[in-house]
């Protein structure tokens, strides 16, 4: 950087910083720092700065950090391995109690009703979305809205 460019606050901080972390170290006396630190804040350009660090040395770059381990090919963790019970193999097990204690036969077969009823629900459902898709298309294609193929 040329050294008749005028410096900043933030630049002066930053020397003034460094020199503090040197008098830390032990690099500098009081005296040295004290008069450095006074000829870092009055300093007017990068001229006036540089020899106040010039006989310092430059930190030292942080190790590089290791790399993150590589991920595994196949299904994700939450697929792959799941912890706690299953529902499905529960819900057969309440079945079966249900089934086998006295009068749990009702209990089976509203189990059932009710099954029964929320898949009919989502085939009536499904049917409507069918229809209301098939209803679009048909009026996008005779608006005139499909592609032109070329001639043939």
Not at 65 to 75: D, V, Y
Not at 89 to 115: E, N, Q, R, S
Not at 135 to 152: C, E, F, I, L, V
Request: glycine content about 8%.
């Amino acid at each position: 950087m040329d050294d008749h460019i005028r410096v900043s606050d933030a630049d002066r901080e930053r020397v003034t910083a460094r020199l503090r972390e040197h008098f830390a170290e032990g690099r500098l006396t009081q005296d040295e720092l004290d008069e450095r630190l006074s000829a870092a804040l009055n300093a007017k350009t990068f001229g006036d700065l540089r020899p106040l660090m010039a006989d310092l040395p430059e930190p030292v770059p942080a190790p590089p950090r290791p790399a993150p381990p590589p991920r595994l090919a196949g299904p994700p963790p939450w697929l792959a391995y799941r912890r706690g019970p299953r529902l499905m193999p529960l819900l057969l097990v309440v079945a079966l109690v249900a089934l086998v204690a006295p009068g749990g036969g009702w209990l089976v077969l509203g189990l059932f009703k009710v099954l029964l009823v929320f898949w009919l629900v989502s085939c009536l459902i499904a049917a409507f979305a069918v229809g209301g898709y098939r209803r679009r298309m048909r009026r996008y294609w005779q608006a005139g809205h499909h592609h032109q193929h070329g001639p043939r």
